[in-house]
């Protein structure tokens, strides 16, 4: 069933069928190839969507449980929404078990438009920025923990090169925390990178765990960090667009670290220098 919602918020929609088309398309974003089809990606929680906010991003929809968002930061989000215009679903706890992630859902959700920031010109960098580059990364919640590492050390951006995870999945969303829309996220094929990259200014640093260059040494800005697949690790072809190759020491018997964790520590050591507390 839909209605008029009662609320005060006049252009708010009520629904609690569980057939509803909407629903049914909301749901189907956790598809990529709707999520390609659309253009459109979803986001949980109050503290997400105000980042959303924050970083000016309009929701498309927001869904939230009937009588959630009545005071507080949740009728902020909705005066929000309703300001840029966006559906405002107001939904049954039956509605919205379909919709929300199954462990922890959240009451409220929203539906945004994707954004894909252009590849930089690597000749009019600021000379301090840091780009991260992650070749065919595979795991949504890799991703999504290194947009937040990004965002946590004011990296400008991250570049997928080859076929990757999709950033606008639920998990790579959820692990990057917010940082989704702080992070802008740019993509290139493998072909395009190495001329691309040959442009760089500064050092354009890959991870290898054949490298026997330790990452603690300096590194020439503005930086360019080339991450490899969790799988193979980096290509040849990318690897060769690199002007040094660096390795992680490990002394224990494991012979890699995860990648998000490997990204972490090459990061915080290139961005060293604007890193205070
Ligand atoms: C799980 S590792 C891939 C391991 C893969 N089997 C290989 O041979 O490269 C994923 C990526 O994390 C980075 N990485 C992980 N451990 C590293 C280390 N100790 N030193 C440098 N990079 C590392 C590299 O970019 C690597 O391609």
Redesign the pocket.
């Known amino acids: 069933m839909t209605r008029r919602s009662d609320s005060k918020h006049a252009g708010v929609r009520a629904i609690t069928s569980l057939q509803n088309d909407r629903i049914k398309a909301i749901r189907a974003l956790d598809m990529r190839k709707a999520r390609r089809e659309s253009g459109q990606f979803v986001a949980e929680g109050t503290s997400v969507l105000v980042t959303a906010r924050d970083a000016g991003w309009p929701p498309a929809t927001l869904l939230f449980l009937a009588g959630s968002l009545k005071n507080g930061v949740g009728r902020d989000l909705l005066d929000w929404a309703e300001h840029a215009g966006a559906e405002c679903l107001e939904v049954s706890a039956a509605v919205l078990a379909k919709v929300a992630v199954k462990d922890n859902p959240q009451s409220v959700l929203a539906v945004f438009n994707q954004r894909w920031a252009a590849s930089p010109d690597p000749e009019k960098l600021p000379p301090e920025a840091v780009w991260v580059v992650l070749e065919a990364i595979r795991d949504p919640g890799n991703l999504g923990t290194i947009i937040r590492t990004a965002d946590a050390v004011d990296a400008q951006g991250v570049i997928l090169v080859g076929n990757s995870a999709d950033p606008y999945s639920r998990e790579a969303v959820r692990a990057s925390m917010g940082s989704i829309f702080n992070v802008p996220i740019a993509r290139m094929q493998l072909e395009e990178f190495s001329s691309w990259a040959s442009r760089w200014r500064g050092d354009v640093v890959g991870?290898?765990?054949k490298?026997t260059d330790d990452?603690r040494k300096p590194c020439r800005l503005p930086g360019l960090l080339v991450?490899?697949?969790?799988?193979?690790?980096?290509s040849p072809e990318a690897a060769g667009a690199c002007t040094r190759l660096?390795?992680?020491?490990?002394a224990g018997r494991i012979?890699?670290?995860?990648?998000a964790v490997?990204t972490a520590l090459v990061l915080y050591e290139m961005r060293k220098g604007k890193l205070s507390l």
């Open positions: 991870t290898h765990l490298a990452f991450m490899g697949s969790e799988g193979p690790g980096l660096v390795k992680i020491p490990m012979d890699s670290l995860n990648i490997a």
